[in-house]
């Protein structure tokens, strides 16, 4: 978790400076109930970080609905991009998804398409 936040908090800073997205863009992590210490690293990352924020569930309500769950607490935004906190998709992705919806697009899809390091059960049910 710590390295997710670290790389996407390097990314928002630099299309902020870009002026891809306004300086009031921030990230949102959500914690779906686990029993780590996801929240106690959310909690200190915002601490160092206004731009950090955070949603904690009450326990794992699962994946769809916690990405709900993200998108319903979400503040104000024109625009906003949902990724896994595993870094199993390339997060400069999210440059293309956003000049895609500049271009005028209501919403964008980013697919993978290279799932050779993925195993035969994540394969399936992908």
Request: no cysteine.
């Amino acid at each position: 978790m710590p390295e997710t936040i670290k790389r996407i908090r390097e990314l928002l800073k630099r299309i902020i400076e870009e002026k891809k997205v306004t300086p009031d863009s921030y990230l949102l992590l959500v914690d779906d109930g686990s029993k780590d210490a996801t929240w106690k690293i959310i909690e200190q990352e915002h601490q160092n970080d206004a731009r950090v924020k955070g949603l904690k569930l009450s326990r794992n309500f699962g994946h769809q609905n916690a990405l709900l769950a993200g998108l319903y607490h979400v503040e104000d935004a024109d625009v906003t991009v949902s990724i896994d906190a595993d870094l199993q998709n390339d997060i400069a992705t999210i440059v293309t998804m956003l000049e895609r919806y500049q271009q005028g697009n209501e919403v964008v899809l980013a697919v993978r398409n290279d799932r050779r390091t993925d195993s035969f059960l994540k394969k399936w049910t992908a």
